[in-house]
């Protein structure tokens, strides 16, 4: 499936086409405390639609929490999330239980630990959100399961458990989970950063293929190799801020701020 299988989806703009000048996503100022600990300041960011935005930053700057405030798992305390012209939440306006399912509605998220359920089979993994939560036809999704499934090269694994599958699998499984659930943003938290090293390819030409495509993403990664390649903005996060943001390729080599140039001397140099 491709986006523009979605009835909303028919405007997406693969790369390299006309610039995709519509705003999907629109964040504003978005906070978040956890007891004292404010852990998102204000949080900026803007996706086109079919635009790729990957987030790098240090452990513990709020990058998982940017993807739950936007999956609506986390309530944020203030700013703004408007997505697809359509669905606007303000946090500083006590948002009530159905903006946060809207909002789990229109966005999937990939988890870095799979989060597969251990008592389901692949295949229940992968219809149990648009057949209980969406309430779409049992028989249509999982014919529509069966097809993302074969295209991911599991197949064979429908009726297997998470645990006999390797982790790349388990991976693969979460992105078809999340694609079955036609989301109008797929969200990535670090998605191959618990994977052997052999594994991680397999996964990495997955979601690139699904940017060619043309869906839009959030990827929290710290596969700058990656990141270059596939993801049309980069913003660096540090202390729940955006402290710099831009074209992947300038910002990596070139970057504008210390600590940007910091944090990237470290991953590429950790010792
Ligand atoms: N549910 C929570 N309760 C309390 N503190 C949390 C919770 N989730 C995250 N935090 C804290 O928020 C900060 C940012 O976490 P996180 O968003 O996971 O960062 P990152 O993904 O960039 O490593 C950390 O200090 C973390 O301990
Ligand atoms: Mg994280």
Avoid at 172 to 201: C, H, K, M, N, Y
Wanted: net charge negative; hydrophobic share 40%.
């Amino acid at each position: 499936m491709s986006p523009t299988d979605r009835p909303e989806g028919t405007d997406s703009t693969a790369p390299g086409g006309a610039p995709a000048a519509e705003a999907l996503l629109r964040v504003r100022g978005l906070q978040k405390s956890f007891g004292p600990n404010q852990v998102l300041q204000s949080i900026d960011l803007t996706v086109a639609r079919g635009q790729v935005l990957a987030l790098i930053g240090p452990s513990g700057s709020g990058k998982t929490t940017i993807l739950r405030c936007l999956n609506g798992l986390e309530l944020a305390d203030g700013g703004t999330i408007d997505l697809a012209g359509e669905l606007s939440v303000d946090f500083a306006t006590a948002p009530t239980r159905n903006h946060l399912s809207a909002l789990r509605d229109r966005s999937a998220m990939v988890f870095q630990h799979y989060n597969l359920f251990p008592h389901k089979t692949v295949l229940e993994n992968v219809v149990e959100g648009p057949v209980i939560v969406q309430r779409r036809p049992k028989a249509e999704v999982e014919a529509e399961a069966l097809a993302l499934l074969e295209r991911v090269g599991l197949t064979a694994k429908k009726d297997s458990y998470p645990f006999e599958l390797s982790g790349g699998q388990q991976q693969r499984v979460g992105i078809v989970r999340a694609l079955a659930l036609r989301p109008q943003l797929l969200l990535f938290d670090e998605p191959t950063s618990s994977l052997d090293p052999e594994l991680v390819g397999d996964v990495l030409r997955l979601i690139k293929e699904l940017a060619v495509e043309g869906w839009s993403m959030v990827i929290v990664t710290h596969e700058l190799e990656f990141a270059r390649e596939v993801a049309t903005e980069i913003a660096f996060v540090d202390g729940g801020r955006i402290v710099e943001h831009g074209d992947p390729k300038q910002v990596l080599r070139d970057p504008k701020q210390e600590r940007t140039r910091q944090f990237l001397h470290r991953l590429l140099f950790p010792f």
